[in-house]
């Protein structure tokens, strides 16, 4: 009987010290203010920024689910519902999984629309400088 309330203890622990990082990682996400509203159209390098920033809400809003969901089966494990507290785990795990994908893909999309226009830049050349012949020439 000890080695059972050590073991569940000690699971409350690490439950705890997980739900504390996910916590601090999904504050710290939260506290970043939005960029202001743009007229003109996204630079390549916009793109990529702004995917990179999209990569990193969503694993801030993954962290934050799987500590909300840990922090509840921690509680129902305490509060002796092991069953309730297993489904909350699984819960904010998968919540958090779907926030993570969600945010790589649409990071990686923007990622890579941003490097594609910056790569055609590079072999699209203007064609402004070239004298145009409008009138034909005088003998």
């Known amino acids: 009987m000890r080695t059972r309330i050590h073991s569940i203890l000690l699971t409350l622990s690490v439950l705890a010290a997980i739900s504390f990082v996910g916590v601090r990682a ?28 999209d990569i990193g809400k969503g694993a801030g809003g993954a962290a934050g689910n799987v500590a909300k969901g840990t922090g509840k089966g921690a509680a129902d494990i305490v509060t002796l519902h092991p069953v309730k507290g297993v489904g909350n785990v699984g819960k904010g795990v998968g919540v958090g999984a779907k926030d993570a994908g969600v945010g790589a893909a649409k990071g990686s999309g923007k990622i890579v629309k ?7 830049r590079l072999f699209h ?9 409008s009138t034909p020439p005088t003998d």
Do not use: L, N
């Open 26 to 53: 999904h504050a710290q996400q939260q506290q970043t203010t939005p960029p202001p509203t743009q007229a003109q159209p996204r630079s390549a390098g916009g793109d990529i920024g702004s995917g990179a920033g």
């Open 114 to 120: 941003g490097t594609g226009r910056g790569i055609g």
């Open 125 to 133: 050349h203007s064609h402004k400088d070239a004298p145009t012949e």
